[in-house]
């Protein structure tokens, strides 16, 4: 069964760190999607690209997170300098044009 | 005002029982419209698309009001396995909206 593969599966740091997160998504998938989940906002979603080009990144914080897909396999999400509030469980999933997303196991970030 | 709203729960259900959940969305050009699964420490998994004429999968039922802006899922008998976090999602372009989703446990 193909799945989205994201690393690392937990990260601890402390605030100030650069945290690097990576997602490779299913193979033949052409729109990779990373979601950010909290207690208290939910599943949010912060960017997504397709074919490699990004379409919307409206919903992160630009300052400080970017996000890249080097190729096709590979989509990076980074945070620089990290805080505590961004603490979360970051959530990378694919989908090919319109069909359903799989999402990834998620990387548990605590940024202390 | 959340684009998407559900009843946090938790429904508290013994096995075999019907349980019902609604959620209602806020964008009216949505296209979109899902029931996803989460487990505790896990990633969300899909559980079915709604349609507007209604749909089943075995015991899952799910039905999309576009007119009242409402969506519903039901469950009949409920399995222990069932227990899980429901999210109902709605999406008018790619990247999807979750609602912040229903707690269900089923109990023997």
């Known amino acids: 069964d193909a799945r989205v593969t994201q690393t690392p599966r937990d990260k601890v740091t402390e605030m100030g760190q650069e945290v690097t997160m990576r997602c490779q998504p299913i193979?033949?998938?052409?729109?990779v999607f990373w979601y950010r989940q909290t207690m208290m906002q939910g599943l949010e979603l912060l960017a997504y690209?397709?074919?490699?080009?990004?379409?919307?990144d409206s919903g992160m914080p630009k300052d400080r997170f970017s996000a890249e897909m080097p190729d096709a396999t590979l989509a990076t999400l980074k945070i620089q300098p990290s805080e505590p509030r961004d603490s979360a469980v970051y959530f990378c999933?694919?989908?090919?044009?319109?069909?359903?997303?799989?999402f990834g196991d998620g990387t548990r970030l605590s940024i202390l | 005002r959340k684009e998407v709203e559900q009843d946090p729960g938790p429904f508290n259900v013994p096995e075999g029982a019907t349980v019902a959940f609604n959620c209602t969305y806020s964008?009216?050009?949505?296209?979109?419209f899902f029931w996803y699964r989460q487990d505790c420490r896990k990633e969300p998994k899909l559980l079915m698309s709604?349609?507007?004429s209604g749909n089943e999968d075995g015991r899952f039922t799910a039905q999309l009001n576009r007119a009242s802006q409402y969506i519903s899922l039901l469950i009949r008998d409920s399995k222990l396995s069932d227990s899980a976090t429901y999210l109902c999602?709605?999406?008018?372009?790619?990247?999807?909206?979750f609602g912040a989703g229903t707690i269900l446990r089923v109990k023997s």
């Open positions: 999933a694919s989908a090919f044009s319109g069909q359903p997303q799989h």
């Open positions: 193979l033949g998938h052409n729109t």
């Open positions: 690209f397709r074919n490699r080009a990004p379409l919307d």
């Open positions: 964008n009216s050009a949505s296209q979109s």
């Open positions: 709604v349609y507007s």
């Open positions: 999602v709605v999406s008018d372009r790619p990247g999807l909206v």
